[in-house]
């Protein structure tokens, strides 16, 4: 198909998209943080201030693990009540800090605010630059947090020295949450090693990924190949194309694809062909953009007992999936053992710091210290390479196969679960170790959130620097720019957001692709036009979801207008529910800290926002549990308006169309905002965000919005438009009841 790519060329491309998306996202964090006081970066959840070490301990993996709590000057002044009636340690505030974050341990800055410096150091990767120590948080109790500091090796070191600086004479310090630049250094060193390598060290699957040769043919009818015709399936009731496609990934020889449209089952055909390439005795790394797409591997291949192992941070896995975590194989295997004897003695050590004053004898356990970390360390990495060498199946992100645990590891089968969400440097990562991967995703939805944009896209677009996409935000310029750009919503040139999976297949040709087509979420009628429109109208509804309605949920539900059809479309044309902009300047001419502050910006609509209540009231009358009920919408200003549904209705949840991706729910409310007689739909022009919306429900698609605006934004959202005209439930809202309802 298309000619072969220079992979130096290619490499040192995408280089330099990711040296200007990191930059984008420490220019991003670090604006939040040097405008805002540590007091308002507490109140948006961002930090934990007046804090003080106040023990250290050895945990997982050798770490050293600090417990952070309320510092004692701060504490007692906490409130009458707080301080008075016990005598044990006081709780810590409100605050955002969840187990699994990246933090920057730090002496705490005075309170007039962050320095230009701080702010940079506080967000930045670089060791020279900081002051304070980078760690995971481990724990979150009610009067203290555990962070795990990072173990040194991927910064310059000292890091020991820090640790003790800032767990010295009660020094007051604060927690705030930064960048994981960890994934952009792994990208980074893998694109480097791509754009060294030379011509000869190609592997044939290599030159596949690049085009440099084509694809070993694959057989038409597997049924009646030899190698894999004859397949005895683990799960009998796979449907025909779930089996077709597991076939085709035996068959292919370097690489193929798994086409996924919502619903139909990935990560359940990639199960069997886990067990079944398995079953081949062959080695497979499973990787993932995210820890959560992983452990939901370890959790579906538990139960077959397969001798797995799960690389990554003990904190930010599963509780479910720990026991196949790396970190405690290695302390409970035989050659564990012994790594905790030397790890009981640390934190001997560790306790006796704190009993001396005479710096004579601190300087000599610092030295033991020092010395036994290191031997800990080694046994602990021979351990760890013990266990990954024997294990048959390793699963890690895409980030975490660049780990040291890896290092000079190979794979006969890479496996990447939702490649459409992960930028294409990030699946280089493992497939370095790859003789042949097989990528599942579905790139008709939302791919990676991207901050920075290249420069011929942003000439296309308006000059804000908000993120893309990033569950919490709104999209911004870079999806306007991709709607524009047109075929599939795919930028032209070379940009992050071209994924691997986009690639391949714009390389390649349909031909290394198999798409599953039964789906086993939405009624017919709420799959139909996706189906249609992007999915070649293959997509089949399995007999036991095509007909379901909300009435025949498994609990008490009335027969009602609303509960009895699959598809409203609620119109709100004729333009007496126009949107607004939010405006971000509070009275006092000050930046108010909102989450959309960060994030450009945005839209809202009231009138939608009682007709979204009405809605929500409506089903829950009926008997519909509001846990069934979701409410999306591409705006953040609007969820912002519809946030005190929660306090209504318990249970109910609202969220982003970027952040609901890979959810469902039974009955779902779409919130399209867009009300204004230009006919601007923003980022409503791009498909994949308007695929993922309406893919969410299982038995109810409530459509709100003004078909007179979204009718202009393009020709998918006028097809929309007037397929739901023809084919939903079609209301016009009733402006009297809605008043009173606002
Ligand atoms: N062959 C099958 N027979 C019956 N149910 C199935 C089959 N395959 C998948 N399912 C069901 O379909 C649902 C979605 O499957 P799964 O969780 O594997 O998909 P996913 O990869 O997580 O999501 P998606 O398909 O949306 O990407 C699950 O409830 C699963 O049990």
């Given at each position: 198909?298309?000619?072969?790519?220079?992979?130096?060329?290619?490499?040192?491309?995408?280089?330099?998209?990711?040296?200007?998306?990191?930059?984008?996202?420490?220019?991003?964090?670090?604006?939040?943080?040097?405008?805002?006081?540590?007091?308002?970066?507490?109140?948006?959840?961002?930090?934990?201030?007046?804090?003080?070490?106040?023990?250290?301990?050895?945990?997982?993996?050798?770490?050293?693990?600090?417990?952070?709590?309320?510092?004692?000057?701060?504490?007692?002044?906490?409130?009458?009540?707080?301080?008075?009636?016990?005598?044990?340690?006081?709780?810590?505030?409100?605050?955002?800090?969840?187990?699994?974050?990246?933090?920057?341990?730090?002496?705490?800055?005075?309170?007039?605010?962050?320095?230009?410096?701080?702010?940079?150091?506080?967000?930045?990767?670089?060791?020279?630059?900081?002051?304070?120590?980078?760690?995971?948080?481990?724990?979150?109790?009610?009067?203290?947090?555990?962070?795990?500091?990072?173990?040194?090796?991927?910064?310059?070191?000292?890091?020991?020295?820090?640790?003790?600086?800032?767990?010295?004479?009660?020094?007051?310090?604060?927690?705030?949450?930064?960048?994981?630049?960890?994934?952009?250094?792994?990208?980074?060193?893998?694109?480097?090693?791509?754009?060294?390598?030379?011509?000869?060290?190609?592997?044939?699957?290599?030159?596949?990924?690049?085009?440099?040769?084509?694809?070993?043919?694959?057989?038409?009818?597997?049924?009646?190949?030899?190698?894999?015709?004859?397949?005895?399936?683990?799960?009998?009731?796979?449907?025909?194309?779930?089996?077709?496609?597991?076939?085709?990934?035996?068959?292919?020889?370097?690489?193929?694809?798994?086409?996924?449209?919502?619903?139909?089952?990935?990560?359940?055909?990639?199960?069997?062909?886990?067990?079944?390439?398995?079953?081949?005795?062959?080695?497979?790394?499973?990787?993932?953009?995210?820890?959560?797409?992983?452990?939901?591997?370890?959790?579906?291949?538990?139960?077959?007992?397969?001798?797995?192992?799960?690389?990554?941070?003990?904190?930010?896995?599963?509780?479910?999936?720990?026991?196949?975590?790396?970190?405690?194989?290695?302390?409970?295997?035989?050659?564990?053992?012994?790594?905790?004897?030397?790890?009981?003695?640390?934190?001997?050590?560790?306790?006796?710091?704190?009993?001396?004053?005479?710096?004579?004898?601190?300087?000599?356990?610092?030295?033991?210290?020092?010395?036994?970390?290191?031997?800990?360390?080694?046994?602990?990495?021979?351990?760890?390479?013990?266990?990954?060498?024997?294990?048959?199946?390793?699963?890690?992100?895409?980030?975490?196969?660049?780990?040291?645990?890896?290092?000079?590891?190979?794979?006969?089968?890479?496996?990447?679960?939702?490649?459409?969400?992960?930028?294409?440097?990030?699946?280089?990562?493992?497939?370095?170790?790859?003789?042949?991967?097989?990528?599942?995703?579905?790139?008709?939805?939302?791919?990676?959130?991207?901050?920075?944009?290249?420069?011929?896209?942003?000439?296309?677009?308006?000059?804000?620097?908000?993120?893309?996409?990033?569950?919490?935000?709104?999209?911004?310029?870079?999806?306007?720019?991709?709607?524009?750009?047109?075929?599939?919503?795919?930028?032209?040139?070379?940009?992050?957001?071209?994924?691997?999976?986009?690639?391949?297949?714009?390389?390649?040709?349909?031909?290394?692709?198999?798409?599953?087509?039964?789906?086993?979420?939405?009624?017919?009628?709420?799959?139909?036009?996706?189906?249609?429109?992007?999915?070649e109208g293959k997509l089949i509804a399995a007999d036991a979801v095509k007909a379901r309605l909300l009435k025949d949920l498994p609990y008490e539900v009335q027969d009602t207008d609303d509960t009895r059809?699959?598809?409203?479309?609620?119109?709100?044309?004729?333009?007496?529910?126009?949107?607004?902009?939010?405006?971000?300047?509070?009275?006092?001419?000050?930046?108010?800290?909102?989450?959309?502050?960060?994030?450009?910006?945005?839209?809202?609509?009231?009138?939608?926002?009682?007709?979204?209540?009405?809605?929500?009231?409506?089903?829950?009358?009926?008997?519909?549990?509001p846990e069934d009920i979701a409410v999306v919408t591409p705006y953040n200003a609007q969820l912002a308006i519809l946030a005190p549904l929660k306090e209504t209705f318990p249970g109910i949840e609202l969220?982003?169309?970027?952040?609901?991706?890979?959810?469902?729910?039974?009955?779902?409310?779409?919130?399209?905002?867009?009300?204004?007689?230009?006919?601007?739909?923003?980022?409503?022009?791009?498909?994949?965000?308007?695929?993922?919306?309406?893919?969410?429900?299982?038995?109810?698609?409530?459509?709100?919005?003004?078909?007179?605006?979204?009718?202009?934004?393009?020709?998918?959202?006028?097809?929309?438009?007037?397929?739901?005209?023809?084919?939903?439930?079609?209301?016009?809202?009733?402006?009297?009841?809605?008043?009173?309802?606002?």
């Amino acid at each position: 198909m298309t000619a072969g790519v220079d992979i130096p060329t290619f490499a040192r491309t995408q280089l330099s998209l990711l040296a200007a998306e990191l930059e984008a996202e420490i220019a991003e964090s670090s604006a939040l943080v040097s405008l805002h006081s540590p007091a308002a970066l507490q109140r948006a959840g961002v930090a934990l201030i007046n804090l003080t070490v106040a023990s250290q301990r050895t945990g997982l993996g050798g770490r050293t693990v600090l417990e952070l709590a309320p510092h004692p000057a701060t504490a007692s002044s906490a409130g009458p009540g707080s301080s008075s009636s016990s005598s044990s340690a006081a709780d810590l505030p409100e605050h955002g800090i969840r187990v699994g974050d990246i933090v920057l341990v730090a002496e705490q800055p005075s309170s007039g605010g962050v320095r230009k410096k701080e702010a940079k150091a506080a967000s930045s990767s670089s060791s020279s630059e900081r002051s304070g120590v980078k760690g995971v948080v481990t724990r979150v109790g009610k009067g203290a947090v555990g962070v795990a500091v990072d173990d040194g090796s991927e910064d310059g070191g000292g890091k020991e020295d820090r640790v003790d600086a800032l767990a010295a004479g009660e020094k007051k310090v604060w927690i705030v949450k930064v960048a994981d630049d960890v994934t952009f250094r792994r990208m980074n060193s893998t694109m480097e090693r791509l754009a060294k390598m030379e011509e000869r060290e190609y592997s044939a699957f290599v030159r596949v990924l690049f085009g440099l040769s084509s694809p070993s043919p694959v057989p038409a009818d597997l049924t009646k190949d030899e190698e894999v015709g004859e397949i005895e399936w683990i799960d009998p009731t796979l449907n025909d194309s779930q089996k077709d496609a597991i076939r085709f990934a035996l068959a292919s020889k370097e690489i193929g694809l798994i086409h996924g449209p919502p619903g139909t089952g990935k990560t359940h055909t990639l199960i069997e062909l886990i067990l079944q390439l398995l079953k081949r005795n062959l080695r497979i790394l499973v990787c993932g953009p995210s820890n959560i797409s992983v452990d939901n591997i370890v959790e579906r291949l538990a139960p077959h007992k397969v001798p797995m192992v799960r690389l990554g941070h003990p904190a930010r896995l599963l509780p479910s999936v720990l026991d196949h975590s790396l970190d405690v194989l290695t302390r409970t295997s035989e050659a564990g053992a012994i790594v905790k004897d030397v790890r009981a003695e640390m934190d001997a050590k560790q306790a006796s710091i704190r009993k001396t004053r005479n710096g004579r004898e601190r300087r000599a356990i610092y030295a033991d210290l020092k010395e036994l970390r290191k031997e800990y360390r080694e046994r602990e990495r021979k351990c760890v390479t013990d266990l990954v060498a024997g294990s048959k199946v390793v699963l890690a992100t895409l980030h975490g196969a660049g780990g040291f645990q890896l290092r000079g590891e190979q794979f006969d089968v890479v496996i990447i679960d939702e490649a459409s969400q992960a930028l294409e440097a990030q699946c280089w990562v493992p497939l370095l170790a790859a003789k042949k991967a097989i990528c599942a995703g579905d790139h008709l939805q939302l791919p990676p959130t991207i901050k920075s944009l290249n420069s011929k896209s942003k000439a296309a677009t308006t000059t804000s620097s908000s993120s893309s996409r990033k569950g919490k935000g709104d999209a911004g310029p870079a999806a306007a720019a991709a709607a524009a750009a047109g075929a599939e919503g795919v930028i032209q040139g070379p940009t992050l957001e071209t994924t691997l999976f986009d690639r391949l297949l714009k390389l390649h040709g349909p031909s290394i692709k198999r798409m599953l087509t039964t789906q086993y979420r939405m009624h017919e009628k709420i799959m139909r036009f996706p189906s249609d429109e992007l999915y070649e109208g293959k997509l089949i509804a399995a007999d036991a979801v095509k007909a379901r309605l909300l009435k025949d949920l498994p609990y008490e539900v009335q027969d009602t207008d609303d509960t009895r059809e699959p598809l409203i479309f609620i119109d709100t044309q004729g333009g007496d529910f126009l949107e607004k902009n939010e405006d971000e300047q509070d009275a006092g001419g000050g930046k108010k800290l909102t989450k959309s502050s960060l994030y450009g910006d945005s839209k809202s609509n009231e009138m939608e926002a009682a007709l979204v209540r009405q809605h929500v009231r409506s089903l829950v009358d009926a008997g519909v549990k509001p846990e069934d009920i979701a409410v999306v919408t591409p705006y953040n200003a609007q969820l912002a308006i519809l946030a005190p549904l929660k306090e209504t209705f318990p249970g109910i949840e609202l969220g982003s169309v970027d952040g609901f991706q890979g959810r469902e729910k039974e009955a779902v409310i779409v919130s399209l905002v867009r009300s204004n007689p230009d006919g601007e739909v923003g980022f409503l022009g791009e498909k994949r965000r308007l695929n993922v919306a309406m893919t969410r429900p299982k038995r109810s698609l409530t459509v709100i919005g003004d078909s007179e605006t979204v009718k202009k934004g393009s020709k998918f959202l006028k097809d929309w438009m007037e397929f739901l005209e023809e084919n939903a439930d079609l209301r016009y809202p009733d402006l009297t009841s809605l008043t009173q309802e606002a």
